[in-house]
């Protein structure tokens, strides 16, 4: 059973900074593509926000470059993002999730659903 468990959300001031982390287990976890994607309060669309691959290739939304990083570690297993500089436009809740491709993450705005993913996390940045 894949199981994906976020934590690190919470609230902070406009500026601030936040780690979110989630442990994965139940799989191999190299192959997997893995990532955040969220989901902004009230509305139905998600947001990729960035993603890595088995071969370490990283993907970042364009509302997120250069504040945000996504990182593994393959021996925890552990997913992590750094968020940096963060706005309130950042407030959502924040899901991870992993599947065989990429794909999820590049079309997740057009509905793309991951085939696995965590119950979320909320970030919540006030002004």
């Known amino acids: 059973q894949v199981q994906l468990v976020e934590s690190g959300g919470g609230s902070v001031q406009s500026g601030g900074s936040l780690r979110l982390s989630c442990a994965a287990s139940?799989?191999?976890?190299?192959?997997?593509?893995m990532g955040w994607f969220r989901q902004f309060p009230g509305k139905e669309e998600r947001e990729g926000v960035a993603?890595?691959?088995?071969?370490?290739?990283?993907y970042y939304g364009d509302s997120v470059k250069g504040r945000f990083t996504i990182s593994q570690d393959n021996n925890k297993p552990t997913l992590s993002l750094q968020m940096d500089s963060l706005k309130p436009e950042d407030t959502a809740m924040y899901y991870c999730?992993?599947?065989?491709?990429?794909?999820?993450?590049?079309?997740?705005?057009?509905?793309?659903?991951?085939?696995?993913r965590g119950q979320g996390t909320q970030v919540t940045v006030s002004s």
């Open positions: 993603a890595i691959d088995s071969d370490g290739t990283t």
């Open positions: 139940g799989y191999s976890y190299s192959r997997f593509v």
């Open positions: 999730a992993a599947d065989a491709t990429a794909s999820w993450w590049l079309h997740i705005t057009q509905g793309a659903v991951p085939r696995f």
